[in-house]
């Protein structure tokens, strides 16, 4: 990990308040699950959550914050598996 130090004044704007999209793999099925999480959660309560109930279903998973740039809505992603998990 390379990292650097950094002015915390270089941002016009922070949100408390993310919004969050879940998806699920199911690998050998070829399947999906999507989920947009309704409640303001902490990312460590959304972590736990995904984490367990991945595990319990035998599935990989991927964390989303959905932003937007301008008019164009989008995906960041935070945690899980990068890319296809299907390739």
């Known amino acids: ?5 950094i002015d915390p004044r270089d941002t ?4 408390d308040h993310a919004r969050y999209r879940v998806y699920f793999w199911d ?3 070829r399947a999906s699950h999507e989920y947009e999480i309704l409640d303001d959660v902490d990312i460590d309560e ?3 959550w995904t984490t367990q109930h991945a595990s319990e279903h035998g599935w990989t998973y991927t964390i989303y ?4 740039d301008g008019d164009s809505p989008g995906l960041i992603r935070l945690a899980g598996v990068l890319g296809d998990p299907f390739s």
């Open 1 to 5: 990990m390379n990292l650097r130090g």
């Open 12 to 15: 016009a704007w922070e949100q």
């Open 27 to 29: 690998v050998p099925a």
């Open 46 to 48: 959304l972590l736990t």
């Open 65 to 68: 914050t959905a932003t937007s």
